[in-house]
């Protein structure tokens, strides 16, 4: 499965947009099934912007799922949570023909500033 930048994107939306309770949070993202969901998740986690857990598996289906957002989770949101500047930034690394990560995101923000 390859790594989609925009489903991150709405993953971490979606867990910022949930009250913090400790709990494990369901998170669906319309257009996407819940493999790739799962699957992002992971990868967030991997990448610290987020607390997530492995439930198990449903259908053969490993889960994995979110609690909260970390601080590098919620530093990555305040460049990217706005529409129209990710669309931007996206427009950029398009015609730059540069790959679009959180990390190529920040380094734009901070040598724009």
Known sequence: MKRDLELAR?????VEKQTYTGELL???VD???????????LLLSDGEYLVADYIG????VPLWLP?????????ALDLI????????LVHTAESLKIPLTFDTV??????TS
């Open 26 to 28: 369901d998170i669906v």
């Open 57 to 60: 598996g449903v259908d053969a």
């Open 81 to 88: 949570r706005d529409d129209k500047q990710w669309a931007d």
């Open 31 to 41: 257009g996407y099934t819940p493999e790739e969901v799962a699957y992002h998740i």
């Open 67 to 75: 609690s909260r957002l970390t601080w590098k989770g919620f530093d």
């Open 10 to 14: 709405k993953v971490l939306l979606e």
């Open 106 to 111: 920040a380094y734009r923000q901070v040598s």
